[in-house]
């Protein structure tokens, strides 16, 4: 054989290493796998026949078809466009919502019985997720910021994320936090039954992306929890369908 690759037979299912570089082993170790550099050619484990192998650096021979170019990286970059939003950090939010992660067990006597999970708006009854329902939890206008405040009154973990877009953690059970990045997932602190307020973070909840009208869910990012019903819709609706200013007949959620 020739050509700077190690050649192997096969042994049943394993790899059995007879040669390497040319070289042939006395023993033949086995190999779970193996990568073959640029062999020029292997016998065969049939016989004498030769089988070559491309040469992936090789130079197409005249009159072969040309191989597709490789991608090239630009030498110098056009700079990226400027924000046309202001930073999330400095708009004053719309308006204020406050939810909060709560826990049930269905026999309250027997901690080891079932539980159920609630991500619930204040003032709205707590209910776990139901996916047939087409009412949205919450009901927000593309173009606004809001704040929301999402306590934990539970005494496990839970983390709360959004699809679609992003938010600021700007106070964490109350105190103020200075991140300058955008998040779609934070985790609440849970309750130990001794706090003298429950555990909470203040979000800063950007709708303002035209791409992002629609309905889609937040819930907690615990599986075992969000499948358990700590979930809830929020649609966003366009700024064109908003109701005009001073118009009647707002439901709960679109307050
Ligand atoms: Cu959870």
């Known amino acids: 054989m020739r050509g700077r690759a190690r050649v192997m037979s096969t042994v049943q299912s394993s790899l059995r290493i007879v040669a390497h570089c040319g070289n042939r082993h006395r023993r033949t170790p086995l190999a779970a796998n193996l990568l073959v550099l640029a062999a020029c050619s292997v016998a065969g ?43 999330l950090g400095s708009v004053t939010p719309t308006r204020v919502r406050r939810l909060y992660f709560l826990e049930k067990l269905d026999d309250p006597n027997n901690p080891n019985s079932a539980t159920t999970f609630y991500i619930t708006v204040d003032r709205q009854t707590p209910r776990p997720f139901d996916p047939r329902s087409s009412v949205p939890n919450i009901v927000v206008t593309q173009g606004d910021v809001e704040d929301w405040i999402i306590e934990n ?8 994320h959004i699809h679609q877009i992003h938010f600021m953690l700007m106070e964490w059970s109350g105190l103020p936090v200075n991140e300058a990045f955008v998040r779609d997932t934070v985790n609440v602190p849970y309750f130990n039954g001794r706090m003298l307020q429950y555990p909470s973070v203040r979000l800063r909840m950007d709708f303002r992306d ?32 908003a109701p005009a200013p001073g118009a009647p007949a707002a439901t709960a959620n679109e307050r």
Do not use: I, K
């Open 210 to 241: 035209p791409n992002a009208v629609g309905t889609f869910v937040y819930h907690c990012h615990v599986l075992e929890h969000e499948d358990g019903g700590m979930m809830g819709t929020v649609r966003v609706r366009s700024a064109s369908a």
């Open 153 to 160: 009154r539970s005494t496990e973990l839970h983390a709360f």
């Open 45 to 87: 484990a049939a016989g004498p026949a030769r089988a070559p192998l491309p040469d992936p650096c090789a130079r197409p021979a005249p009159g072969s078809a040309v191989p597709e170019p490789q991608s090239v990286l630009p030498t110098s970059h056009e700079p990226l466009p400027a924000p046309t939003l202001a930073w």
